[in-house]
């Protein structure tokens, strides 16, 4: 177990060439959303913006795209086929695919707001087992992977990728008891670890990130992130870092460990300065882009 540093994180952020453009700091795909929860993608993709990422596109359900559309025009929407409750449909597979040869991403982030029907889950298993590039699991894409039973078996072809789950989703995923104690909170993040191949994040007083070979303790955070939307701008974070580390080093083990730790540290960071300003009790989620501490 270590503590991460400020200066570690401020390490992972060289200073930008005047001459670079959007192409530079990677593509991003989030998909998100569904009837009622446009808000979570909304979130996630202002995030990934604002932690640098060049190009973000939402992947949304087709009745919730004016949603995202008006609500953050600095990116690109595609509409997925959905069920007739507003989730994604398991034919949204092909559309992501052709929008992958059509545009291309370097990371996609699922999961916030996605919902958790059985054909929604079908979407999600098929989305870890497509052979897509680098990805972030976030929320209900956690509570989906938890339905397919054998994790092992379910990530055993799948790209380098981080999951973020809370106590509770990684208690569904590897059908324990609510890990608590710090004893317990290590033991569960080195099994999904295992299980998975993948880097995470067990978020929490404290989070807790993980390669699998170490364990890192997040020093940043306090009781203002405890509102809904916090951990939809995590994971925003987290794919717009790994975007543009991957870009510059490679979507590898060692930049979804460096992305992961760098946006559970600013995103507890930005949380902190918010707290100050606001007042813990009053901080908003989206509130939290407002108060980034600069790199």
Sequence with gaps: MRIISHSEIA????????????????????????????????LSARAALKAGAGLVTIAIPESSQPVAAICVPE??????????????????LKTIAEWKKKRGFDVFLIGPGLGATPETAQFVCGMI?????????????????????????????AAQHVLTPHPGEISRLLKIP??????????AIKKLCA????AVILKGSASLVSDGKTIA???????????????DVLAGLLAG??????????????T?????????????????HAAKALGERSVLAGELLSHLPHF
């Design 11 to 42: 390490r992972l952020f060289p200073k930008r060439r005047a001459d670079s453009n959007k192409g530079d700091y990677g593509r991003v795909l989030i998909i998100a959303g569904s009837k009622g929860m446009a808000g979570a993608a909304v």
């Design 75 to 92: 990116a690109l929407t595609l509409p997925l086929p959905e069920t007739r409750t507003g989730t994604v449909s398991p034919a949204a």
């Design 129 to 157: 087992s497509a052979p897509h590039c680098p990805f972030v699991m976030d929320a209900d894409a956690l509570n989906c992977a938890a339905q397919h039973g054998d994790l092992r078996k379910l990530f055993a072809k």
């Design 178 to 187: 609510v890990p608590v104690a710090k004893a317990e909170r290590i033991s």
């Design 195 to 198: 299980l998975t191949g993948g």
């Design 217 to 231: 303790e997040n020093p940043t955070g306090g009781p203002a992130l405890a509102k809904a939307g916090s951990g």
């Design 241 to 254: 870092y790994w975007a543009q580390f991957g870009k510059a080093r490679g979507f590898g083990m060692a």
């Design 256 to 272: 979804a460990y460096e992305a992961a730790k760098a946006a559970a540290y600013i995103h507890g960071l930005s949380g902190d």
